[in-house]
């Protein structure tokens, strides 16, 4: 294209502030620079260099064809990853993530409307951890993550929701109080729980790494007696009196834990322990169409369930 090289030949002027050097630099004559230049100053009719300074420069009017035409060129690169995103969707697949806890309350609700949209696209959902997560999204293999915070250069992190932190207290347990069967705010200082036994999620978690920090920030040891692959064994080995665990609201959710005979639901105060929720995707000039979607629904249909 005659645009390309006009901005190429421009460039390599304001550059080198002579066209022989600049037709050099390309590998092409200087008449040729010369013509094209010529060209464009007589279908504009103003003068693209300031002939009458050593070394040569821009005018004006050159300037400001500099930058459209570089502007143009960022344009037309941003249409054809566009088009290049969404020819790879019509005949691929896009690759929803979530951490263990979200996906199968939050999938049911979401992708409905999604497939409505884009019926032509296939969809894969996955559960994952989110160290995993930030791993698969630098690598392109999953499209769209929802889930704990990751922050990372490469990828954009949208934070949705701030959701609450419950702990579990089993009857084995010296806080469990059989008069409490509702779930309160956790009625005891910090220090109350240093020692008490404990069910861990497993340690490359980054759940479980943020309660680790918390727990060290504050001083706290406890008797770590189980560790488990998520919240839900968590959550049930609890019930069954194996020790006290930290989990969020969808766990309760979903394994339907309430506060009975043998267990107490405490809610950890949100200025003292809490964990964000929100849409990781990697960086990039430009979100396609069925990403922005997914973000909208996403913030939609997350708030309510948290």
């Given at each position: 294209m005659k645009n390309d090289k006009l901005?190429?030949?421009?460039?390599?002027?304001?550059?080198?502030?002579?066209?022989?050097?600049?037709?050099n630099s390309l590998y092409v004559t200087q008449p040729y620079i010369s013509q094209t230049v010529h060209e464009y100053e007589k279908k504009f009719g103003v003068?693209?260099?300031?002939?009458?300074?050593?070394?040569?420069?821009?005018?004006?009017?050159?300037?400001?064809?500099?930058?459209?035409?570089?502007?143009?060129e960022n344009e037309y690169s941003s249409l054809k990853t566009q088009m290049s995103s969404l020819a790879k969707y019509a005949h691929g697949?896009?690759?929803?993530?979530?951490?263990?806890?979200?996906?199968?309350?939050?999938?049911?609700?979401?992708m409905p409307a999604f497939i409505e949209k884009y019926p032509d696209i296939r969809t894969r959902l996955l559960e994952m951890p989110t160290y995993q997560a930030e791993k698969s999204l630098i690598n392109g293999e999953i499209n769209f993550f929802i889930g704990m915070p990751i922050y990372n250069k490469k990828l954009i992190y949208k934070k949705l929701s701030e959701t609450p932190i419950y702990i579990l207290v089993p009857k084995?347990?010296?806080?469990?109080?059989?008069?409490?069967?509702?779930?309160?705010?956790?009625?005891y200082a910090l220090e109350s729980i240093q020692n008490e036994k404990f069910i861990k999620i497993r340690g490359d978690s980054r759940y479980?790494?943020?309660?680790?920090?918390?727990?060290?920030?504050?001083?706290?040891?406890?008797?770590?007696?189980?560790?488990?692959?998520?919240?839900?064994i968590a959550a049930q080995l609890a019930d069954q009196q194996i020790g006290c665990t930290f989990i969020v609201s969808q766990v309760l959710q979903q394994n339907l834990i309430r506060p009975n005979a043998h267990l107490n639901v405490y809610r950890m105060p949100t200025n003292l322990l809490s964990t964000d929720?929100?849409?990781s995707y990697k960086k990039?000039?430009?979100?396609?169409?069925?990403?922005?979607?997914?973000?909208?629904?996403?913030?939609?249909?997350?708030?309510?369930i948290l």
């Amino acid at each position: 294209m005659k645009n390309d090289k006009l901005m190429k030949f421009l460039e390599a002027i304001s550059k080198y502030g002579s066209i022989s050097k600049a037709a050099n630099s390309l590998y092409v004559t200087q008449p040729y620079i010369s013509q094209t230049v010529h060209e464009y100053e007589k279908k504009f009719g103003v003068s693209l260099i300031d002939r009458d300074v050593k070394p040569l420069q821009l005018s004006y009017a050159g300037t400001i064809m500099l930058n459209y035409l570089r502007q143009q060129e960022n344009e037309y690169s941003s249409l054809k990853t566009q088009m290049s995103s969404l020819a790879k969707y019509a005949h691929g697949e896009i690759v929803i993530a979530t951490n263990q806890p979200l996906g199968r309350i939050f999938f049911p609700k979401i992708m409905p409307a999604f497939i409505e949209k884009y019926p032509d696209i296939r969809t894969r959902l996955l559960e994952m951890p989110t160290y995993q997560a930030e791993k698969s999204l630098i690598n392109g293999e999953i499209n769209f993550f929802i889930g704990m915070p990751i922050y990372n250069k490469k990828l954009i992190y949208k934070k949705l929701s701030e959701t609450p932190i419950y702990i579990l207290v089993p009857k084995s347990s010296k806080l469990f109080d059989p008069s409490r069967n509702y779930p309160p705010e956790f009625p005891y200082a910090l220090e109350s729980i240093q020692n008490e036994k404990f069910i861990k999620i497993r340690g490359d978690s980054r759940y479980q790494e943020m309660l680790d920090h918390f727990l060290i920030d504050n001083g706290i040891s406890i008797n770590i007696t189980t560790e488990v692959a998520n919240m839900d064994i968590a959550a049930q080995l609890a019930d069954q009196q194996i020790g006290c665990t930290f989990i969020v609201s969808q766990v309760l959710q979903q394994n339907l834990i309430r506060p009975n005979a043998h267990l107490n639901v405490y809610r950890m105060p949100t200025n003292l322990l809490s964990t964000d929720v929100g849409i990781s995707y990697k960086k990039s000039a430009n979100v396609i169409a069925p990403v922005k979607l997914l973000d909208e629904l996403t913030q939609k249909y997350l708030n309510p369930i948290l």
